[in-house]
């Protein structure tokens, strides 16, 4: 699979899952022992857990659009940076509604097997800045960092 080809298959991935809902049709880009990680989530994700976290997210937040900034590919390795826009407009993994529009960053390190299959995706949301625009209280980095 070229590289061309593997940034399409992500690129497919986010619309698909994130932008239209299309759950059953993403979940056909994953391999068999497909894993997701992410800053927000406890634990990593296996297919069917990624898909209901997604449906959870796009059900508090249906005008939710995944805009990619940046999608470059290495190895078997894809890297995105996108931008969340969207409205929660009910709870959701335990933050609070809101009447703001959202814009949250992240960076997506994806890891393809040797058929393209998704086989990771592993993620990183601006979480300071998502708490920050909910009004929600929020530490300076130093202050996370010290002991």
């Not at 989530?41 to 069917?48: K, Y």
Request: proline share 3%.
């Amino acid at each position: 699979m070229s590289l061309d080809d593997m940034k399409r298959t992500v690129r497919q991935h986010i619309d698909l899952s994130w932008n239209k809902g299309r759950l059953a049709l993403a979940e056909r880009l994953h391999s068999k022992d497909f894993l997701y990680k992410s800053s927000f989530m406890g634990r990593p994700l296996n297919g069917s857990d990624y898909c209901a976290m997604v449906e959870e997210i796009r059900s508090a937040m249906p005008d939710l659009e995944v805009v990619i900034e940046e999608c470059l590919a290495e190895g078997n390795k894809v890297v995105t940076w996108s931008t969340l826009i969207g409205t929660l407009e009910k709870s959701a993994l335990g933050y609070p509604a809101s009447d703001r529009v959202l814009s949250i960053s992240a960076m997506a390190f994806w890891t393809l097997n040797s058929v393209g299959e998704i086989q990771e995706i592993c993620t990183m949301f601006d979480m300071e800045s998502f708490r920050s625009q909910l009004g929600l209280e929020t530490r300076p980095f130093a202050e996370k960092a010290l002991p």
